[in-house]
């Protein structure tokens, strides 16, 4: 079992900047990909991004692509979601997910990953 924790949502401008984090904890020894998604009221859930276990490869939603980066630090069990350049559109809540991946890549869609965080809220005013 693994468990995942965000951290970091809030409220900003639009043209703004935020930092989540997520936090695993449990049987964090194996290699997982990691994945960010969304979700506004009213809409689906949606991939923000996704990177691999050992960071070789990422993938972002056409939405995010230049403004927003995923980054992970193994040590730390930590994966990151750095946006900037925010827009209102962004304003969701977001979830960080993960699923044991050893042999590498990027899950894209939610019902590859089998652990999920509680999701923290972004709000991006005009």
């Known amino acids: 079992q693994v468990q995942l924790v965000e951290s970091g949502g809030g409220l900003v401008q639009a043209g703004g900047s935020l930092r989540l984090s997520c936090a695993a904890s449990g049987r964090t020894g194996s290699s997982y990909a990691m994945g960010w998604f969304r979700q506004a009221p009213g809409k689906d859930r949606e991939l923000v991004g996704g990177?691999?276990?050992?960071?070789?490869?990422?993938h972002y939603a056409d939405s995010v692509k230049g403004r927003f980066t995923i980054s992970r630090d193994n040590r730390k069990n930590t994966v990151y979601l750095q946006m900037n350049s925010l827009k209102p559109e962004d304003t969701a809540v977001y979830y960080c997910?993960?699923?044991?991946?050893?042999?590498?890549?990027?899950?894209?869609?939610?019902?590859?990953?089998?652990?999920w965080g509680q999701g923290t809220q972004v709000t991006v005013s005009s």
């Open positions: 990177i691999s276990w050992n960071a070789v490869s990422t």
């Open positions: 997910a993960a699923d044991r991946r050893p042999y590498g890549g990027v899950l894209l869609t939610s019902n590859e990953y089998g652990y």
